[in-house]
């Protein structure tokens, strides 16, 4: 018997040619083709496609988190405006939603979006938006009232139960995936509220602690509630525009919920807890200029935070909106001379990791994604290669 083919095929010289018998070349090409068959069936359509997919999730929510981390900034600034005005929120309220109405009516008549057609909602997300309209004013109300009450370091960290709603929200109503590592993320969120909030039956009442006021605590977590149904709507309506929520949201504040709030406090309630206070009389420019900036911080923060929920996914995007206790702790140190307690500076601690953590998770996920992409690519080139050399040598 002659000698097996592959001691054969080694005693050629180094110098020479490997030369192959017709046998032998069909046999190397099934077993080519046998081994890089999946790489060009499954691998080389849907596997590459949810690649891209994967890498194209990992921008959007990137680029969601920078737009939501912007736009709470931008929240956090005009909320601590409101705080440095005082006097009554409603008043405030009135201004903000004008100013916010008169923005986007330009807006929308002298770069109309395409292919939107009405200001107030398209179909099938009409209801949508209205709905949303509504929950803008309880969350602005919320928020602007309970900054009168608490320090806006305090209530940033307060308002931080948000993100957590929004999660759990989206992902027993959405379906969309925790992030692996959302159970760091609740504990440090607990963590830090704690610290900030400082509970009495935890703290105690040294001098170390401060109290924070019990409705300001429930004005924000009205806001809170009201903050995460929002951005829930958002994520499942992502083919409507922020224009048409922005319009809708400061028609109904400027010409429904807030002259309504007015009048039943003024002849029904009666009561500085609802309006914060009286209303400051405009011949003041300060507190005019004041008012102006702090409806154009809500407007664009409130733009970027809509753009942010409906290119990203809600669970991970959401804790973006840590990165604002930065700011709010730097307004209330600098502008109101209240310094973070040493409970306090653990609990801002506490926060921020978790925004860290997210950040670092998502563009490692990016990361991934590429290596994978690549070395499918390649994998692919390989194989066209191949055959392409085996067309030739035939």
């Not at 090409?29 to 890089?36: G, I, N, P, V, Y």
């Not at 829930?232 to 319009?247: D, E, G």
């Not at 590429?370 to 390649?378: A, F, G, L, Q, V």
Request: proline share 4%; aromatic share 10%; charged share 15%.
């Amino acid at each position: 018997m002659g000698e097996p083919r592959a001691q054969r095929n080694w005693h050629q010289s180094p110098a020479s040619p490997l030369v192959l018998s017709d046998n032998e070349e069909e046999n190397v090409a099934d077993e080519t083709t046998r081994l890089l068959a999946p790489v060009s069936t499954a691998k080389g359509s849907s596997d590459i496609q949810q690649m891209e997919q994967n890498m194209q999730n990992a921008k959007q929510t990137l680029l969601g988190m920078l737009c939501v981390a912007c736009g709470t900034g931008l929240i956090c600034t005009g909320g601590s405006i409101v705080a440095i005005i005082g006097g009554s929120v409603l008043e405030i309220m009135l201004i903000r939603f004008g100013v916010m109405l008169v923005l986007t009516l330009v807006w929308w008549c002298v770069k109309h979006p395409t292919p939107y057609r009405h200001w107030f909602g398209d179909s099938p997300d009409r209801l949508n938006v209205w709905v949303r309209g509504a929950l803008c004013f309880v969350l602005v109300y919320g928020w602007y009232r309970g900054l009168e009450l608490v320090p806006i370091g305090d209530a940033e960290a307060i308002i931080f139960v948000t993100p957590l709603l929004i999660v759990l929200i989206a992902r027993l109503v959405l379906k969309e995936e925790l992030s692996k590592v959302f159970p760091v993320s609740l504990v440090l969120t607990v963590v830090g509220i704690v610290f900030v909030c400082q509970p009495e039956f935890i703290f105690g009442s040294d001098d170390d602690t401060r109290a924070v006021s019990i409705i300001g605590i429930v004005f924000l977590f009205v806001m809170s509630i009201a903050w995460a149904l929002t951005s829930i709507l958002v994520r499942t309506a992502k083919n409507t525009h922020w224009l048409q929520i922005q319009i809708v949201a400061a028609i109904q504040g400027c010409f429904i919920w807030t002259p309504l709030l007015i009048l039943l406090n003024r002849f029904v309630f009666h009561s500085d807890m609802i309006a914060g206070g009286h209303f400051t009389p405009l011949d003041n420019w300060y507190t005019v200029t004041l008012m102006m900036v702090c409806a154009l911080c809500g407007f664009a923060g409130l733009s970027l935070n809509v753009v942010g929920y409906q290119i990203g996914d809600a669970t991970k995007v959401s804790m973006m909106e840590y990165c604002d206790l930065i700011f709010a702790y730097v307004f209330q140190w600098s502008v109101f001379g209240i310094a973070p307690d040493k409970y306090e500076w653990i609990g801002i601690g506490c926060l921020l990791l978790v925004c860290v953590v997210h950040v670092v998770e998502e563009g490692i996920n990016l990361r991934r994604s590429r290596i994978e992409y690549e070395k499918m690519t390649n994998a692919i080139a390989m194989h066209e290669a191949n055959k392409t050399t085996e067309s030739t040598h035939v």
